[in-house]
T-cell receptor
Framework: QKEVEQDPGPLSVPEGAIVSLNCTYSNSAFQYFMWYRQYSRKGPELLMY????GNKEDGRFTAQVDKSSKYISLFIRDSQPSDSATYLCAIAYNNNDMRFGAGTRLTVKP | EPEVTQTPSHQVTQMGQEVILRCVPISNHLYFYWYRQILGQKVEFLVSFYNNEISEKSEIFDDQFSVERPDGSNFTLKIRSTKLEDSAMYFCASSPQGLGATEAFFGQGTRLTVV
């Protein structure tokens, strides 16, 4: 069964906090990992793509993958009110089929 | 910056009617996808399309659904006889080389309302 688990939250943090968002997956065939941000009634916006265990950094965002534990994380440093959105993890095992988590709703309070 | 564009942004249709949702993927991308998101639920995979044929489809993508790339730029999703439960946001996505090599970029979606 290709399943991705993500805590839907909601998660509320003060401005400037470090945010940690997490997903777990059950199938070790999953090899490609993405994080998307989605504003209400809009399309998912790509934040990060990675395929290897370890960390990948892009500005205030760091994606972390632990394939041995089947666990992925997204860290947001110095969070801003504009980061308030739903964050979706997405995992693929081939070119075709990307499976999404439920999404975590994040609110960053000024 | 290139983007995936979808039309219309909102479509209202009567149950039993056929609808066609349109997408223009990013130029030079080779893989195309349709996803849907029922309000308050997960984004769900429907179908992927590569080299002018379906490469994978989910159990949701039954005989009522079809996809087509009628020319070099458009990618369409047709629902033959809509049901109330087809009401959802439908997202088109494209990827330069497939998810195994690169990321997928999404359009802003078409909100389909079946009444």
């Amino acid at each position: 069964q290709k399943e991705v688990e993500q805590d839907p939250g909601p998660l509320s943090v003060p401005e400037g906090a470090i945010v940690s968002l997490n997903c777990t997956y059950s199938n070790s065939a999953f090899q490609y990992f993405m994080w998307y941000r989605q504003y209400s009634r809009k399309g998912p916006e790509l934040l990060m793509y990675t395929y290897s265990s370890g960390n990948k950094e892009d500005g205030r965002f760091t994606a972390q993958v632990d394939k041995s534990s089947k666990y992925i994380s997204l860290f947001i440093r110095d969070s801003q009110p504009s980061d308030s959105a739903t964050y979706l993890c997405a995992i693929a095992y081939n070119n075709n089929d990307m499976r999404f988590g439920a999404g975590t709703r994040l609110t960053v309070k000024p | 910056e290139p983007e995936v564009t979808q039309t219309p942004s909102h479509q209202v249709t009567q149950m039993g009617q056929e609808v066609i949702l349109r997408c223009v993927p990013i130029s030079n991308h080779l893989y195309f996808y349709w996803y849907r998101q029922i309000l308050g639920q997960k984004v769900e995979f429907l179908v992927s399309f590569y080299n002018n044929e379906i490469s994978e489809k989910s159990e949701i993508f039954d005989d009522q659904f079809s996809v087509e790339r009628p020319d070099g730029s458009n990618f369409t999703l047709k629902i033959r006889s809509t049901k109330l439960e087809d009401s959802a946001m439908y997202f088109c996505a494209s990827s330069p080389q497939g998810l195994g090599a690169t990321e997928a970029f999404f359009g802003q979606g078409t909100r389909l309302t079946v009444v």
